[in-house]
């Protein structure tokens, strides 16, 4: 049974959708107060968290953030009715697999939430495919980690499949639409924005090596070019 740590306000609204996701399986520990979270959320047993963004005393940005330093690799899905396109990409720059805008379908919220995780879960590689050479650097997808000598890097999931995708086609271009389809599952605004922040994360760990890098190619996608020299 999966664990869902949620934070929403709403007493209402809150106890329909615990209610709904207890139907459907799920664990669900439901906090109501966003000055409570952080003394609730419990390291490493939830499986995804479920945050309100507009919460009394402490925001759902915030709690998110603070989750993401303690288990960076753990999914978020927002829910709000901030339908701003700033506050969209504030939930996606914290770090979130989905921002889900309120009212919404109760069977999309859990198609969603079953999306993600199995994204999370069943990652498959075999082992040859699965250590990359960057120039100085080592990409283990398998461990997430890009390491070389002197220097230790661990990647959250989505950086290091994003960084698959592009070793799988270094000195060549990486379509756009294809890794928003793979990793994200959706190809719209929102999730290209979220790539371009994990395209910037990658790019500063890349930097430790500087014969390789991510290049922009306008109106295409990436190109992860890794220089012999």
């Known amino acids: 049974m999966k664990k869902v740590f949620m934070v929403e306000d709403d007493l209402n609204f809150g106890t329909v959708m615990k209610s709904y996701l207890e139907i459907n399986g799920f664990n669900v520990t439901w906090v109501k107060d966003g000055a409570n979270a952080m003394k609730t959320y419990m390291p490493d047993y939830f499986d995804i968290c479920i945050l309100d963004v507009m919460l009394p005393n402490v925001d759902g940005f915030t709690i998110g953030r603070e989750i993401k330093t303690i288990n960076e690799n753990i999914p978020l899905i927002f829910l709000t009715a901030k339908t701003l396109k700033e506050d969209v990409l504030q939930g996606y720059g914290v770090g979130a697999d989905d921002y889900i805008t309120k009212p919404f379908d109760s069977e999309i919220l859990i198609a969603k939430i079953n999306a993600i995780l199995s994204r999370s879960t069943h990652q498959e590689v075999s082992p040859k495919e699965s ?32 960084l698959k995708m592009l070793c799988e086609n270094i000195n060549k271009v990486m379509p756009r639409e294809k890794a928003l389809t793979k990793i994200w599952g959706e190809n719209n605004y929102f999730t290209t924005r979220s790539m371009d922040v994990y395209i910037t994360k990658l790019r500063k760990y890349l930097r430790e090596d500087k014969h390789v890098e991510i290049v922009n190619i306008h109106g295409s996608g990436y190109l992860l070019k890794v220089n012999k020299e």
């Open 131 to 162: 250590v990359y050479k960057l120039g100085f650097l080592e990409f283990n997808y398998e461990m997430r980690t890009l390491s070389s000598e002197n220097y230790s890097q661990q990647l959250s999931p989505k950086e290091a499949d994003l």
